[in-house]
């Protein structure tokens, strides 16, 4: 799979495998390469690459699902928008999400969250990384954006677990973790949070 006009929308249990390449989607609005609504998606071993959203999810947008990175690579998908705010190649509103292996790098944000935005307006959400790596993401200074790692935001509403236990996080433009918010748990155990510019975490 080469290329997409519209992006995958799953409503049930899905696997992607390493065969699946999912590329070059040029979604509008808050729509990129995936769709997952209410539902598991796991990622084993595909590639997330080159796509396209206006204001967020180029990669994944995900609601209220649960999603598991056991192996795979998301790259180079971008949001555009930042008036609205262009927010995360991975864009989660509620579920959780676990990151086994695999990597997420080079992914960019027209605003915050260049490779997870995490947005706690309604709904409780987990995430979790046990490994793999998040690399080189950026989020764009210029507008005020944060988080070019992960950007976890609960400033007025729900809550939001963020553990690592183990994996990489470096090299990621305006700081490698961001949390905004009292209703953020935030827990490291392991893993490697480094060399990310201007700083490796941030608590606002």
């Known amino acids: 799979m080469n290329s997409l006009r519209s992006p995958l929308i799953f409503y049930l249990m899905s696997t992607?495998?390493?065969?699946?390449?999912i590329q070059n989607a040029l979604g509008t609005n808050d729509l990129g390469g995936i769709v997952i609504n209410q539902a598991t998606l796991n990622i084993n071993g595909a590639l997330i690459k080159n796509n396209t959203a206006q204001y967020s999810g180029s990669a994944i947008r995900s609601y209220r699902a649960t999603v598991n990175l056991n192996?795979?690579?998301i790259e180079y998908n971008k949001t555009t928008n930042s008036t609205r705010g262009g927010d995360?190649?991975?864009?989660?509103w509620g579920g959780t999400f676990t990151m086994s292996d695999g990597s997420i790098?080079?992914?960019?944000?027209?605003?915050?969250?260049?490779?997870?935005?995490?947005?706690?307006d309604t709904y409780e959400q987990s995430i979790t990384i046990n490994g793999g790596s998040i690399i080189?993401?950026?989020a764009y200074q210029s507008n005020g954006g944060a988080g070019g790692g992960l950007y976890v935001d609960c400033y007025t509403s729900g809550q939001a677990s963020l553990k690592i236990t183990s994996?990489?996080?470096t090299?990621?433009?305006r700081y490698g973790v961001v949390y905004h918010g009292s209703k953020v748990t935030y827990s490291k155990t392991g893993g490697n949070?480094?060399?990310n510019t201007p700083d490796n975490i941030l608590r606002w």
């Open 16 to 21: 992607i495998w390493g065969s699946h390449q």
């Open 71 to 73: 192996s795979g690579s």
């Open 88 to 92: 995360g190649a991975i864009y989660m």
């Open 105 to 120: 790098s080079n992914n960019s944000s027209a605003y915050s969250g260049g490779a997870f935005f995490i947005s706690c």
């Open 136 to 138: 080189n993401n950026y």
């Open 167 to 169: 994996g990489t996080i």
């Open 171 to 173: 090299g990621n433009s």
């Open 193 to 195: 949070v480094a060399s």
